[in-house]
């Protein structure tokens, strides 16, 4: 379910806040929120708009964040480089960068069309769950035999 932008710009972020307390940042994305909400309110029609421009210029909205909200809303095949995607492309050599927009960049240059939209989430499981940043599970991973992680852990 969808809830409308002027409802939880209704809200306040007082409000707000008791709703989103138990995540991390909770006070500044809570101000965010309402800015954003008042922004789509009142220059996109109480939208989410389909653009990376528009919805990099919204508080708290990075390269990331937009990325996100292109893939999952509107199915375009971006990839969002969050820390696991970072971390396993570098491990793997699957996309080696120095920053995300290097990953970001190499990740769509070697996945193929049809991966793109999928990618990501695949990944970003992939770093939360197997690839873990301390202890990486290498003896339970699918791709062991692909990865070139020099410091395997069985």
């Excluded at 972020?13 to 307390?21: R, S």
């Excluded at 690839?131 to 990486?136: G, H, N, T």
Aim: charged share 25%; proline share 5%.
């Amino acid at each position: 379910m969808l809830i409308p932008p002027q409802a939880i710009f209704d809200l306040g972020v007082d409000e707000l806040k008791t709703y989103i307390k138990t995540i991390g940042l909770f006070n500044s994305k809570a101000e965010n929120l309402i800015k954003t909400c008042k922004i789509l309110i009142e220059q996109h029609g109480g939208e989410v708009p389909e653009s990376r421009e528009a919805l990099e210029a919204l508080p708290g909205v990075g390269r990331k964040t937009a990325n996100v909200v292109l893939n999952t809303a509107f199915g375009w095949p971006t990839i969002a480089v969050d820390t696991h995607i970072f971390r396993v492309s570098n491990r793997t050599k699957f996309a080696m960068g120095k920053n995300v927009d290097l990953v970001e960049e190499k990740l769509l240059k070697v996945v193929p069309k049809e991966f793109k939209v999928d990618v990501h989430h695949w990944l970003i499981l992939h770093g939360r769950y197997t690839c873990v940043a301390r202890k990486p599970r290498c003896g339970s991973c699918i791709i062991e035999d692909l990865c070139e992680f020099k410091d395997k852990i069985d």
